[in-house]
Structures are given as structure tokens and as C-alpha cells.
RNA sequence: GGAAACGUGGCCGAGAGGUCGAAGGCACUCCCCUGCUAAGGGAGCAUACCGGCAUAAACCGGUAUCGAGGGUUCGAAUCCCUCCGUUUCCGCCA
């Protein structure tokens, strides 16, 4: 959520920002609903101070036992004008919240101004591209002799859902627990398990709600509903909604492990063959809560760590510095890191570490009492570190040998059992 | 699934139709006293909005907020209804 004291104050250099953002906003209707809701609050202030006073006479002459009928038709009369403002009121304050909330955080200043992902940065490179003496396959190839099954994913549940048998499945869970471990013991991360189901409150406090109802699956439950998490950003950044946290305990420093589940609403085409874009995946989460003053250094940090489970398993990646017009809702400043794909001979997406500063914090009413005694909206960033799946898909791709067997990453095999091929014909 | 209880400020906790934004305590901030690892005294200490104001802070006045939303009433933290959440007991269950 942005500051509504911003958008009161500076109603057209917000709009202009937000344009950046890909989002119109009109200052002008803004700024006259803002007046109007001015207007109605302050004349039903003064009906309700009017109304109280009476009551009070009321009271008074009841208690000496005075007659009080000529004040209760004078109060009734305020009564009258004080529930039509009423109604105004809450119908204009209603109109307020429901256009800020959908309005996404603004940029920091140091991201480049862009419409699409075309704007984005490249910070760095690492690793060199393997050259291949024999013509690379896709995952989707390498996969299929070592256990990874779409057709069989396809018949269970549809498209963009993946079945992994034997060595791939193990790979599979061996790259979760590096990351993990990684985490937890070399960054500093605490690891928490949590629920893949979340209320519309949680979903709220993050920003997917209500803005991005369709990319979310929703279960029933009761007479309501349950939403299942397309990152696990969401339960674990809500463990700190209407909190308030010591400052002193900052930084609060997280790792999950959950599947994630997106509909991939507006994806129809895109990356149909393989399982870079599932409807189910899983993801090693890195969520962080930082004072203020500490976020931004926070962000290179996290991304770092992000970028540490790359190195280690000799994947060569890209560094992007997202442009306005590419970046999440919540985020006011995002890298995303990109690793090679032999297979497609181009750059994707791993992870995306963002700042999203005090955006879901005055959400989800996070804060946290400093040591002068004040009160501050926590920052709160998360990273993908990383993304189970594709780096199954990078690891395929780029281990991939001749004879169609796959390398295991000499820092991966204390977690395959000391494994060093898998897929040896 | 059945039954019951409870949701008050940063925390604990009182209040049970008006004098309550809310006793008391803890924590915190400032001051004083004292001095040695702690104690004593005083003051302050929720949020948002509106207005006063020089449309900066502070300050002053007003309004709202005691889980959320409705209702009763001149007046609701307090009574009623619905919802949400938590806890306990019973049942069921990995």
C-alpha cells in the first residue's frame, strides 16, 4: 500500500511515477475525491460533536429528574442529517481504499525508468557458457531418460504439471536441500515450514489481493475459501502482520522450502514444452524484515546469497537490474538473476530478490518499536534462492553429456550420496 | 462435526449503558535524587482524520477507533445479531 499521506500531498508526481509503473492514475479525480471526502468528514464530525453535546444535556437533566423531550427532538433532528453523512462518508472512504490498494509501490531511484522487460539492466555476468561437442538438448530430452514424465503429469492433471521418477526426482530433492542447507547454514537463515494454503487476509498483506485474483488457485473450505500460495514470500512475510517486532531482534532472517502454485492465467502459449512454467512448483524462499535504514543493503545481501547457490553449482547467470515497467507489484527495486539454458541457448529467469521497502508493511500493519521508543513500518524483501525446478532444468542442461547421461555438481554430491553421473547408459 | 469460553493500548490487565480513549501494573522516554551493577521520586507515553495555525514541527480543540460489520438507545468497550479469530472439552483422524 502506498502512503495515503503521499498521494494527499502529492497527488501528481505520484501519477507521475505511477506512469512509469504502467499505471494511470488521475490526480486530478483523485484529488477531488479527496476533497469531497474532506468535505463530508468534516460536516459529519460536527454533526456527531453536536449530537454527543446533546446527549450530554440529556443526561444531565435526567439525572436531576428534569424533563429532556424538547432536547431528544433536537437530537433526533441531528440523528437524521448525521446518518446520510454517514453513509457518505464510508461509501467515499470505501472508494479511497479500494483504488490505493490496487495501486503497486513506486520505484526507487536508482531503477531505470522502462516499459518492458526490454528496459532491463544487466548489472554483471558469472560463468562462461558451456561449449558443447555434440548439439545440446533441452531438458525435456535430457529428462526423459532419467525419470521426468509430462505425459504421465499431463494424464493425472493436465498441462504444466511434472511427474519425476528415480534419479530425477532425487535430483530433484538433493538441489532443495542444498539450497537449505546453504542457507541456513552459511547465511544465516532460520527454517520454517508452513502452511500452502492462506487466508484472502494473508494474500492481502503481500499484494496479491486483490488486484491479481486470477493468477491465484482457490480451494473451498467451509462456507469460504482458501488460497493456495504461488510463493511461500506470502505465509512467511505474514508472520509479521500486525506485529510489532523490537527493533533489536531485526533482522529477521527466513527460509522456506514450499511448492507454489500458480495458474498462469495470462501465460496461454508461453513455455508450453518443458516445466519452466508450471502450474506447480518448488521453491527455496529467502524472506527478510529489516529496519529501515537496513533494507537496501539488505537487498545486494540477499540477492548475493541467491547468487551463492548459482556459483557453487557452476551455473553461468546474468544479473538484471529490472526496469519500472517489468516489476512486481509490491517491489520497489528488483534484480532478477537469469541462468543460461543451453537448451533454449538463452538467458532465464531463476530468481527475483526484491525490496519491497514499507509497501506490505503498511498492508499488513508490520511494525516495529525502535530503541528511542518510536514506531516504524518494517521493510520486507524476499528472494527466490531459488527456484527448484528451473535449476533442475539448468542443471539437466548444462551437465548434460553425449551419451546422454548428466553430471551431478561437484558441490551437489554430498547431498546425491556422493552420486557423481546419473543417466549412465 | 458437537459444546463452551474469550478477543481492550508495545505487553499484562480492570471496566459490565453517560463523568471512559479507557484504572492499575510492566516496558519505554525525559528530569530529579542517590550512587555501584540496583533502588527511589516526578512527568510523559495509542492511531487516524478534521479544524485552529504561517497549509514545518510542537501545541490547542473536535471526531472516530476496545477483533470486524450491523442493530437497540438521546448516548455502547459495556446490551442484541452476524461474521472472523483464539482457547478448552467431547467426537473423529494422519
Not at 487466508?199 to 486483490?210: R, V
Not at 514499507?358 to 516504524?376: E, I, N, P, S, Y
Request: proline letters at 4%; one cysteine or more.
Amino acid at each position: 500500500m502506498l502512503d495515503i499521506q503521499l498521494l494527499r500531498a502529492q497527488p501528481e508526481e505520484v501519477a507521475a511515477a505511477l506512469l512509469h509503473r504502467g499505471v494511470t492514475l488521475d490526480a486530478a479525480a483523485f484529488s477531488a475525491l479527496e476533497a469531497r471526502r474532506k468535505e463530508v468528514q468534516t460536516r459529519t464530525q460536527q454533526l456527531q460533536a453536536q449530537r454527543n453535546s446533546l446527549s450530554k444535556q440529556i443526561g444531565q437533566l435526567k439525572a436531576r429528574g428534569e424533563d429532556a423531550s424538547a432536547v431528544m427532538t433536537e437530537v433526533n433532528a441531528v440523528a437524521g442529517q448525521l446518518q446520510e453523512n454517514e453513509a457518505a462518508l464510508a461509501q467515499i472512504l470505501q472508494e479511497v481504499e479500494a483504488l490505493v490498494s490496487t495501486l503497486p509501490n513506486l520505484a526507487h531511484e536508482s531503477v531505470p525508468v522502462g516499459k518492458d522487460e526490454t528496459a532491463n539492466v544487466e548489472v554483471s555476468r558469472w560463468g562462461e557458457p558451456r561449449t558443447f561437442d555434440f548439439e545440446a538438448r533441452d531438458h525435456v530430452d535430457v529428462g526423459a531418460a532419467l525419470g521426468l514424465d509430462f505425459a504421465l503429469a499431463a494424464k493425472l492433471s493436465g498441462a504444466r504439471f511434472a511427474v519425476m521418477r528415480g534419479e530425477v526426482a532425487r535430483l530433484h530433492r538433493a538441489l532443495a536441500q542444498f539450497m537449505l542447507d546453504t542457507h541456513t547454514r552459511e547465511h544465516g537463515y532460520t527454517e520454517v515450514y508452513v502452511p500452502y494454503l492462506v487466508s484472502e487476509a494473508s494474500m492481502y498483506g503481500t499484494g496479491q489481493l486483490p488486484k491479481f485474483e486470477e493468477d491465484l488457485f482457490s480451494v473451498r473450505h467451509g462456507d469460504g475459501r482458501l488460497l493456495m500460495i504461488p510463493t511461500a514470500e506470502v505465509p512467511v512475510t505474514n508472520f509479521l502482520r500486525g506485529e510489532m517486532v523490537d527493533a533489536q531482534q531485526l533482522p529477521l532472517k527466513f527460509v522456506a522450502h514450499t511448492p507454489c502454485f500458480r495458474s498462469e492465467a495470462g501465460a496461454y502459449g508461453r513455455d508450453t514444452r518443458g516445466m519452466i512454467r508450471q502450474h506447480q512448483f518448488d521453491k527455496v524462499e529467502l524472506v527478510r524484515i529489516e529496519h529501515p535504514d537496513n533494507s537496501w543493503a539488505a537487498l545486494e545481501e540477499l540477492t548475493g546469497h541467491a547468487e551463492t547457490i548459482l556459483r557453487k553449482l557452476e551455473l553461468p547467470y546474468r544479473k538484471l537490474l529490472l526496469c519500472t515497467g517489468d516489476m512486481g507489484f509490491s517491489a520497489a527495486k528488483t534484480y532478477d538473476l537469469e541462468v543460461w539454458l543451453p537448451g533454449q541457448a538463452a538467458y532465464r529467469e531463476i530468481s527475483s530478490c526484491s525490496n519491497c521497502v514499507d509497501f506490505q508493511a503498511r498492508r499488513m500493519q508490520a511494525r516495529a518499536k525502535t530503541a528511542d521508543g518510536r514506531k516504524v513500518l518494517l521493510h520486507t524483501l524476499n528472494g527466490s534462492g531459488l527456484a527448484v525446478g528451473r535449476t533442475l532444468v539448468a542443471v539437466l542442461e548444462n551437465y548434460q553429456q553425449a551419451d546422454g547421461s548428466v553430471r551431478i555438481p561437484e558441490a551437489l554430491r554430498p547431498w546425491m550420496g556422493g552420486v557423481e553421473v546419473i543417466g549412465k547408459p
